[in-house]
């Protein structure tokens, strides 16, 4: 016998049989490469609402902000025994006010002006990827489209993962490069530039590890860098650098109890950027299985310092500039719940989410920004799986 | 089972009670799933499903059953219907359990109960659509039973021990000598001698053939291997071994190629990409394992 027994894994006959396998507990680790056993359907649909700002933070315009609906829709196949082909479609419909600019108020304090009358934009991104297994690994491609009146992209990306000889750590790495063109609409607010364009590019790698039969931890790095025009057309003080260079710090954890039939899970993210803004992300999940029901709740923490640029009122004088409030020194908290229901083939899940952001939240030193966003998300979906 | 089983673990004596709780574990699932999986026991949930065979009646299952019953259909899909859990009506005219054969002659009427597109399978339930048709997961059942035997030793931490469930074999690391675990493979023409021996390490071997049960009709002795398409005993190989990572897989490739002629056995063989060994009906040994075997 050779030193290692054939695994048949580069055979379409093996990897077929391995598929459905998959899912049992006793092939798992062996199997995770093979192409999807299923053809899989699937619509989504998120309606997003920002809440309306403070009638004291409002130094002129609509108290209103935006809000989005976000639909969709994508296919996955097998096609053949190494091979998995998907398409994403998806459309935003976008609607609302946002802050054009922030000034002094009555009162002394910084307040915001609004964008005028409600605006509304339509996005649709297309997107194919197309992925190729192999007996230890695979390795995914990418091509998107993005399109929209005042926005467009074109985006590239290549991924792959790689098994160790256990199956029990898996490393992946991936790079992407967009192309963006900014062409923005000037009937709204008075706008400085006709068409400007922007480049980023993004490499990523990571290594999950099997502890145990209940245990994964994972852990990755990411850089991102992006040259070109970065500024915000639609803000009337704003001026960012032409380049900004962001590195990523990720990691997470989960544990399978199987006495309460649940997986806890624990994530967190360390973020750094070249403006100056350096983030933290605390992310708490419980995944309850409830016999064809999975009810998962959970909280995140977020905390952000501001850019080096960053001030409430932004100064003009200075090089670079922006008010904002994404900039801005903040904290917020997020409490969910998503719920999956398994009827046979088709898979239904509906999520909830309230999100919260507050100046004094945060861990970070900075003024507060007087138009920090609340929102509301709601998403429900339906999976369907077929032979 | 069907046959003896054993698992053999070697370890450092300070590990004899964590062993001997193993051994416990591994032996309660045993159990568990053969009262789930055996069409032979009249409670088991395989069993069930058979008794509602014609109701329009759905029988819940669990997600191990399911996937079990989704690799059948993939088998059977892959094989182009050799591989039928279905073919269990058969038993109607073969019976390898009580020895006894019924009427050859009613043999057309059984095969209209037989095809695995007369199983519905949903996420969480399972019916027969005809009166008579009846599951059977031997094709898979024992090997699924030493594939997860063997996860059990490993999740535990062991990493050296031997699973083998009558001739079904999974191997674990080295043997006690340090060595891999030679594994014989029986002759078919005399099934109590090892025809050549194998060395296998942290991989599985399967042996299918038509000598493991026989029942004698007219002059003849016939295996137990009945082609579904036409519920007849086979006259293919007389033995296949496969090896492989694990046993489902090797148990599943040797069966469909012992109810194959033997030239197209030998193609299903290669298109596995295994190493594997055949035994045809006039002795003549072929395959892989063959160079990497001792006598």
């Known amino acids: 016998m050779s030193e290692r027994t054939k695994t048949g894994f580069d055979s379409p006959l093996v990897r077929s049989i391995g598929a459905t396998l ?4 006793a092939y798992q680790s062996a199997f995770a490469d093979a192409p999807p056993a299923f053809t899989e359907v699937g619509i989504r649909h998120s309606h997003y609402s920002e809440d309306s700002l403070d009638a004291s933070a409002v130094i002129f315009g609509s108290r209103s902000r935006y809000d989005i609906d976000v639909t969709q829709l994508w296919i996955e196949a097998p096609v053949g025994g190494s091979w998995s082909v998907a398409l994403d479609v998806q459309n935003d419909a976008m609607s609302g006010a946002s802050p054009w600019f922030v000034g002094v108020g009555l009162d002394g304090e910084p307040g915001v002006v609004m964008s005028g009358a409600s605006i509304k934009d339509n996005r649709v991104e297309v997107g194919v990827t197309t992925r190729y297994f192999w007996a230890d ?4 491609l990418a091509i998107s489209h993005s399109d929209e009146d005042d926005y467009r992209a074109l985006s590239f990306a290549f991924d792959a993962s790689w098994n160790s000889d256990d199956n029990a750590r898996t490393w992946t790495a991936s790079a992407s490069r967009s192309n963006d063109t900014v ?11 006709d068409e400007e364009s922007l480049q980023t590019q993004s490499l990523y790698f990571g290594v999950s590890q099997i502890l145990s039969r209940t245990q994964i931890v994972r852990i990755g790095l990411s850089y991102t860098m992006s040259e070109g025009y970065l500024t915000d057309p639609y803000k009337f003080a704003d ?44 992310e708490v999940g419980w995944h309850q299985n409830l016999g064809r029901h999975v009810l998962a709740p959970y909280l995140r923490y977020y905390t952000q310092s501001e850019a080096d640029f960053f001030s409430p009122i932004a100064n003009r004088e200075a090089d670079y500039y922006a008010d904002d409030y994404r900039l801005s020194s903040y904290g917020a908290l997020t409490a969910g719940l998503r719920w999956t229901v398994q009827l046979g083939d088709w898979q239904i899940e509906t999520q909830a989410e309230r999100y919260q952001s507050d100046g004094g939240w945060g861990l970070f030193s900075g003024e507060e920004a007087p138009a920090l966003v609340d929102f509301w998300r709601a998403t429900v979906g339906l999976t369907w799986r077929f032979d | 089972m069907g046959g003896p089983a054993q698992v053999r673990l070697i370890h450092p004596p300070s590990e004899t009670p964590a062993a001997e709780r193993l051994l416990d574990t591994v032996g309660h699932r045993m159990v568990e799933m053969e009262a789930k999986l055996s069409r032979y026991q009249p409670d088991s949930l395989v069993s069930q499903i058979n008794r509602r065979a014609g109701s329009g009646r759905y029988t819940r299952i669990d997600t191990e059953t399911r996937q079990l019953l989704e690799t059948c259909r993939t088998l059977w899909q892959e094989s182009d219907g050799l591989f039928d859990p279905t073919a269990g009506a058969l038993r109607q005219i073969w019976d390898f ?75 674990l690391g080295n043997n006690y000598t340090g060595a891999a675990w030679d594994i014989g493979i029986r002759d078919p023409s005399i099934p109590e001698r090892a025809l050549l021996t194998v060395a296998l390490k942290d991989a599985a071997i399967a042996t299918s053939g038509g000598y493991f049960r026989t029942l004698e009709h007219g002059p003849n002795q016939v295996s137990h291997l009945l082609d579904p398409r036409t519920g007849w005993p086979v006259t293919g190989p007389s033995s296949v071994s496969v090896a492989a990572r694990h046993c489902l897989i090797a148990g599943a490739i040797s069966t469909v190629a012992c109810l194959k002629p033997i030239d197209s056995a030998r193609e299903w ?11 045809s009906p006039e002795g003549e040994v072929t395959g892989p394992l063959l160079e990497q075997s001792r006598s």
């Open chain 1, 239 to 282: 001026h960012r650098p032409e380049d900004h260079d962001r590195w990523t710090l990720s990691s997470g954890y989960r544990q399978f109890y199987s006495a309460l039939d649940g997986a806890l899970q624990v994530d967190y993210r360390l973020y750094s950027d070249s403006w100056g803004t350096d983030s933290h992300t605390v």
């Open chain 2, 97 to 171: 359990q009580s020895g006894s054969i019924g009427d050859p002659t009613e043999l057309s009427e059984v095969l209209a109960l037989i095809g695995f597109e007369g199983v519905s399978l949903h996420h969480d339930g399972v019916m027969l659509e005809k009166s008579g048709m009846e599951l059977d997961l031997g094709g898979i059942g024992k090997e699924y039973a030493a594939d997860v035997a063997a996860s059990l030793i490993r999740e535990a931490g062991f990493t050296q021990g031997l699973v083998d469930f009558a001739g079904d074999i999974v191997a």
């Open chain 2, 269 to 279: 063989l290669e298109r596995s990409g295994l190493d594997w060994l055949m035994v």
């Open chain 1, 22 to 25: 998959s899912a049992l507990p």
């Open chain 1, 183 to 193: 062409t923005p609409v000037k009937e709204r607010i008075p706008v400085f530039i």
């Open chain 1, 137 to 140: 690994g695979n390795a995914g």
